[in-house]
């Protein structure tokens, strides 16, 4: 009886001995880590990892990915068995030209492990890669004379501006191809749209303009005029009028730019004359004052001879 109850005992002991090494196993040779992202498109892409190690019974692994590296998102935790596993996931609903953070983590007998953060930058649809079709907007005041395009000018009423969207396609071509520009009712549109500098609308109103296609390294500019609104439009001061521009292709999905104007309406547009006494003007009242003088004494001398005259005349009289 008593050698049973040893032979538990020690077999007690050793069960515990190997579990206690295998948790020290655990913590000493498995590691996980984050694969580069494979079929990145513009709404989607596959998450790769790779757990290093056998696995415990009961692990699991995932990814966390996110527009930083807060990580705001998780994808399903899959139960992991096999040693030395790579393992992958899809994530869907992703918004195009976007970058991301994503890294694996790896979770078995309460410890948590995290591979290296990894980006990849959503594209266009079924393309694998980092194109892109890059949209700016650029602005330049004519009437100030000024020759440098830029993302903000400065101007005042009844100005008139020409407005740039520049297209260049990065990595592939890109199809389908339109632009969108609506005016803010502050800006009066004048004309002279051309695309790479070939006339192709001169009437009054903003058109949409089909580009078609742009080919992998080739830029694409679309200019036209337009004027600013006369002064009574605008309150005295400064108001900032934000003109954006919407760019749609098969590949890359909608694009936005935007110049902005900034409009100085002057509190004093002009000076008036208003008749209030003297003038502040030295000329003026260096001849008013004397004028002035003059008469009084004109006046207090004119006075004075009346009384000398009236008295004269009373003594006359008592003769």
Known sequence: MKNTILKISLLFIVCVALLSAGGAVFAEDFNVQTNSATEVKNNQ?????????????????WFEWGATTSYENQTQHLSLYAANAPFSQAVLGLSPNTSYHFRAVFQGRGTILYGQDM??????????????????KRVINLTSGSSSWQSSVSARPSDMLSFAIILQANGRDFHEVNVRDVLPSNLIYKGNMTVNGSLVFSGNSM???????????Q?????????????????????TINNGATVTSAQAGTQTALASVTVNKSLVSGASIIATGLTNNFLTESFFLPLLIIVLGLWFGFSGQAILWADKLKARIKR
């Open 119 to 136: 980006t990849f930058t959503t594209s266009g649809e079924g393309y694998v890669g980092s194109s892109s079709l890059s949209v700016t």
């Open 207 to 217: 058109p949409s303009v089909g580009i078609g296609t742009i080919l992998s390294g």
């Open 219 to 239: 830029v694409a500019i679309v200019s036209y005029q337009a004027q600013i609104a006369p002064a009574v439009s605008f309150a005295y001061g400064i108001t």
């Open 45 to 61: 892409v596959i998450l790769n990892g790779y757990v290093i190690g056998g696995a415990p019974y009961s692990s699991s692994v």
